[in-house]
């Protein structure tokens, strides 16, 4: 049981619900996105036989390898949550339930062309940080209209990555920001907080959190 993925789960569990109290929010509002990147597909099916049911991965190449082997995970819903190309929107669609990461309208029609019923989210890059994507504050407004108007595609949430750091206090004003676009467009979800930084983002609004490193350990470096 010590430093099992049950007893990982739990403990981040717990840290999600002490959040919630201390918010005044209730547990059930807040949704655990496990994020499995890098991890082979033996750690998806170990974390969907343990409850888990939401994953988030940031590839599409990866997630094209590990698809075959997990079809008979009926009820198991997979979150892209990296960047997505262009050109790849057609095996996204095929492969995931959720785009949580569009920041372009250019994706959203594309996406929208598939013709797959898709949730999709508008990630938001609020840092400047030149590394990261995500849409440009000013552009959100267009790319709101832009899926609203794809018959296709359901407008879930907005997502946002703040600058990494130690103390997860640096993050609360970026998820603060975020909740406010949220709100301006009337968008129900908040994808906010990870491992380090998940009760800052209860107390902000999150309405999901993308838990990788507490569930699954330290990841090894993309080869
Ligand atoms: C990897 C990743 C996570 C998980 O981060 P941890 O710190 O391991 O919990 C969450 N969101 C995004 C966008 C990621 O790329």
């Known amino acids: 049981m010590e430093d099992s993925l049950e007893s990982r789960l739990l403990a981040v569990r717990e840290r999600i619900e002490n959040a919630c109290a201390r918010a005044h929010r209730k547990p059930a509002d807040v949704r655990l996105l496990a994020v499995t990147k890098i991890f082979p597909p033996e750690v998806i099916r170990d974390a969907y036989a343990i409850g888990l049911r939401e994953f988030g991965e940031n590839y599409v190449q990866e997630m094209e390898r590990k698809s075959p082997v997990l079809q008979d995970l009926n009820e198991a819903r997979f ?3 990296g960047h997505l190309q262009s050109n790849k929107t057609k095996k996204a669609a095929q492969l995931f339930s959720s785009i949580d990461s569009v920041d372009a ?48 595609l359901s407008l879930r949430g907005m997502m946002t990555v703040p600058p990494w750091s130690e103390d997860a206090e640096v993050a609360r004003p970026y998820f603060a920001r975020l909740r406010e676009l949220a709100a301006k467009f009337s968008v129900p979800e908040l994808s906010i907080g990870m491992s380090n930084d998940l009760e800052v983002a209860i107390e902000e609004g999150a309405t999901w959190v993308r838990v990788g490193t507490a569930l699954f350990g330290r990841r090894k470096k993309l080869v």
């Open 79 to 81: 979150h892209l949550i």
């Open 105 to 152: 309208a250019k994706l959203a029609t594309r996406l929208n062309a598939e013709a797959k019923p898709l949730d999709v989210m508008i990630e938001v890059k609020l840092s400047g940080e030149e590394s990261k994507s995500g849409a440009e504050e000013g552009d959100v407004s267009a790319i709101v209209d832009a899926i609203r108007a794809c018959p296709n």
